[in-house]
């Protein structure tokens, strides 16, 4: 299959390129990120931009976005262009392709947790609004994926959650971690097979796809540092009010993945496989 993955210099992006490439023909798209040589095919463009040149693709994985959450509460007009248009821009240049989009467990306001497909969307930050609104591009027989997601960064310089963690941890620095945080977060590498077994049956409709089970972020470290041979009580319960984050974040954002776990072949990984596997590719890099 003829593959377009956008925003491939990204976290999951360079992750699925990987992925998808060992079956499917895939291109990428970059803007900013200088192209690198890959066997891949790369494409430069900016997506707010109209007139894309999609018609040759089977299918579109739109992983591209403004995915600052605190940038984009400050600069709307340019969330809403990179999360809003790049969306309709790509819907228009295609000619039939399968559109699979991902989007965010921001959607919800965090109120009530444990979001079903069926839950109403209430985002709290401009972020999560102009990811609804990405949705809301989507043609009907597109995918929408709502998910929380860690992996290494696609570069050094853009290092990742679970990166940072360890960097300050192998500097024997202490690390917080919000107790009034939940989330259910599935790693990239994980969610890559998820995407490809998407493709494969041209599945379309919204999927929660995450952790079976809910975790606060300070569960979620504490495991990471374990993993990584770090001692887990150099990880500290904090609340995430200390952060003064510039947007409001859901406080319990985890997603029901009942629909995911039924309708898929590929199954969610848990914390300990996840990491392992982030564990192995970081000692990979070597640094
Ligand atoms: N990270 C999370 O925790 C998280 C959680 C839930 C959902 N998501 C969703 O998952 C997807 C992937 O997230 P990620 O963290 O992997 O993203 P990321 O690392 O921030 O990468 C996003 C990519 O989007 C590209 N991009 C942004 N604006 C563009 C434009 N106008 N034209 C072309 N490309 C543009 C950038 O390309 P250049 O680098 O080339 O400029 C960038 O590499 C996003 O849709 C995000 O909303 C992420």
Redesign the pocket.
């Not at 956008?6 to 992006?13: K, Q």
């Not at 991902?102 to 921001?106: E, G, K, L, Q, V």
């Not at 998910?147 to 860690?150: A, F, G, K, N, Q």
């Given at each position: 299959m003829r593959v377009l993955v956008?925003?491939?210099?990204?976290?999951?992006?360079k992750t699925l390129v990987e992925q998808l490439s060992q079956k499917h023909q895939v291109s990428y798209?970059?803007?900013?990120?200088p192209v690198k040589s890959t066997s891949a095919k790369a494409i430069e463009?900016?997506?707010?931009r109209p007139n894309l040149n999609l018609a040759d693709f089977e299918a579109v994985v739109?992983?591209?976005?403004?995915?600052?959450v605190d940038q984009c509460q400050e600069h709307p007009e340019q969330a809403y262009?990179?999360?809003v248009m790049?969306t309709r821009n790509i819907a228009a240049s295609v000619a039939g392709a399968h559109i699979v989009y991902?989007?965010?467990?921001?959607v919800f306001d965090g109120v009530k947790g444990n979001y079903s497909e069926e839950d109403k969307p209430s985002p709290l930050s401009v972020?999560g609004r102009t990811?609804l609104e990405g949705e809301n591009e989507v043609p009907g027989d597109g995918c929408i994926i709502r998910?929380?997601?860690?992996g290494l960064?696609?570069d050094p310089q853009?290092p990742?959650?679970v990166e940072k963690v360890i960097f300050r941890l192998r500097k024997g620095e202490a690390v917080n971690g919000f107790t009034d945080q939940l989330f259910t977060p599935v790693s990239?590498r994980n969610l890559a097979l998820f995407i490809e077994e998407i493709l494969a049956r041209r599945l379309g409709g919204i999927f929660n796809i995450g952790s079976s089970q809910s975790y606060t972020k300070y569960e979620f470290i504490r495991t990471a540092a374990q993993i990584f041979g770090f001692d887990p009580k150099a990880v500290k319960p904090g609340l995430s009010s200390s952060a003064n984050y510039r947007a409001p974040r859901p406080r319990d954002a985890s997603l029901d993945t009942t629909k995911a776990q039924k309708n898929f072949n590929t199954k969610v990984w848990d914390l300990k496989k996840s990491f392992e596997t982030i564990k192995f590719e970081w000692e990979a890099r070597q640094y």
């Open positions: 956008t925003g491939g210099a990204g976290m999951l992006g798209t970059t803007h900013h990120t463009c900016d997506l707010t739109h992983t591209a976005a403004m995915t600052n262009q990179a999360n790049a991902i989007s965010t467990d921001f972020y990811k998910t929380s997601i860690y960064g696609s853009r990742g959650m990239t």
